[in-house]
């Protein structure tokens, strides 16, 4: 039942979010960091659903905190961002830098060179301030040998998982 409620409950904001989509759309790119959170969630899976908006929304804030630091913006790798969805399915089952099956994160894919993680942050902003306020988080977003990134952003029993890895 309660799998059911909360179905319905996304298929009404996503009707609602779709409403509003065509609206965001026409926003000047100035503008649309601000209206990209009013996308629709991308996919949903069994048990989660992906946010390819504020993946978007990540890259962007890494790209600009990159070029405050006088660095080139990362370009987003499907590679990359494949795997950083494995990863977040991962984190659920256990937030941790090692993989469920006990092996190192980055065998998660051979373009995997540095890995940010972070949980409960309900917004891009928070992720964000969480990580660039770490000193080895803010390394890997600063690091001038990556050149690559792939993003995901995963709600999973109303927790909201975030996982950044970088290549090169």
């Known amino acids: 039942m309660k799998k059911t409620k909360q179905a319905l409950l996304i298929l009404l904001l996503t009707a609602l979010l779709l409403s509003q989509a065509s609206a965001a759309t026409m926003v000047s790119p100035r503008y649309r960091l601000k209206t990209l959170w009013t996308r629709p969630i991308a996919r949903t899976t069994t048990d989660g659903a992906l946010s390819a908006s504020a993946a978007d929304q990540v890259v962007a804030q890494v790209n600009a905190e990159r070029a405050k630091a006088g660095l080139s913006a990362l370009r987003v790798d499907a590679e990359l961002t494949r795997a950083a969805q494995v990863r977040a399915r991962e984190i659920v089952q256990k937030f ?21 993680l972070a949980m409960g942050q309900k917004t891009v902003d928070k992720a964000m ?15 001038a040998s990556y050149g690559s990134i792939g993003v995901c952003c995963y709600v999973s029993g109303g927790v909201t998982y975030w996982v950044q890895l970088f290549g090169k």
Do not use: F
């Open 96 to 116: 941790s830098h090692t993989r469920p099956d006990g092996t190192a994160w980055n065998t998660v894919s051979a373009s995997a060179y540095g890995e940010n």
């Open 129 to 143: 301030a969480a990580w660039m306020s770490s000193t080895g988080h803010r390394a890997n977003i600063l690091r």
